[in-house]
């Protein structure tokens, strides 16, 4: 049987602290790492949580896609470091990557910038007035997260391989949008299983419904980190 993999992130996208709380009582030692997105964080106690679950050894991801002025971004980052979480998300932008990476400094928190979401393709860049298609603007923002040195990548995980081309070898790889064989695709239009995602080069998959929504999260959470390391092969 297979045990926690920090690699795996659970996103946690729930509205209420009670919520998410029973899922975690589920996984329990099944999962390490959790993310804590925009809907726990400002409507369900999720900054509270998120100390919590640090303090109890879990891994915190806080994703809230900071983009500001470089002074409200500084103090915003040192504020979600303080708490010892170990990702905090940022927009791709040169300017906020730059301010996020000063206030992180010394702490353990990496900053992870944000190229472009999973649910978006080639006709939302063009529509959202982009002159780029997908894999050109991921590419762009991998190159200057590189170069503010932050400490790693948001992207999905068709663009992972490239992206590790263009980054330094000790930046992480996040890649939301997996799905593992038979899950429901959701609103992600750029989706991959978890085994074809590290062999892209992820170094962390973050993975929300086909735990959160399956009959028992336990179970599915480790058939996950199964395939994981293993290559593909899953619990029966």
């Known amino acids: 049987m297979s045990k926690a993999d920090d690699r795996l992130i659970v996103a946690l996208d729930f509205s209420s602290r009670k919520e998410a709380e029973r899922l975690i009582e589920k996984l329990g030692d099944s999962v390490s790492f ?3 997105g925009y809907e726990l964080f400002y409507g369900g106690d999720g900054l509270a949580l998120g100390k919590q679950l640090i303090s109890e050894g879990k891994k915190v991801f806080f994703d809230l896609k ?14 979600i470091a303080k708490t010892g979480a170990s990702f905090l998300t ?3 932008y040169p300017k906020t990557m730059g301010a ?3 206030a992180a400094a010394g702490t353990k928190l990496k900053i992870l910038g944000v190229t472009v979401l999973t649910s978006l393709d080639d006709e939302d860049m063009m529509n959202a007035g982009y002159d780029r298609d997908v894999a050109s603007l991921v590419g762009l923002r991998a190159h200057q997260a590189s170069l503010a040195k932050i400490g790693g990548i948001v992207c999905s995980p068709l663009e992972a391989a490239m992206v590790r081309t263009l980054i330094s070898d000790d930046m992480v790889v996040v890649t939301p949008g997996i799905r593992p064989a038979g899950a429901k695709m959701n609103d992600q239009k750029r989706a991959m299983s978890p085994s074809e995602a590290l062999e892209y080069g992820a170094s962390h998959l973050v993975v929300g419904r086909p735990i ?5 999260p336990k179970k599915a959470a480790l058939a996950i980190i199964n395939e994981m390391q293993n290559g593909g092969t899953r619990l029966a």
């Not at 959160?212 to 028992?216: E, L, Q, S, V």
């Open 212 to 216: 959160t929504a399956a009959k028992d």
């Open 100 to 102: 996020a990476a000063r």
């Open 90 to 92: 940022v927009h791709a």
């Open 66 to 79: 900071l983009l500001d002025i470089e002074n409200t971004v500084e103090k915003a980052v040192k504020a």
């Open 34 to 36: 959790y993310k804590i």
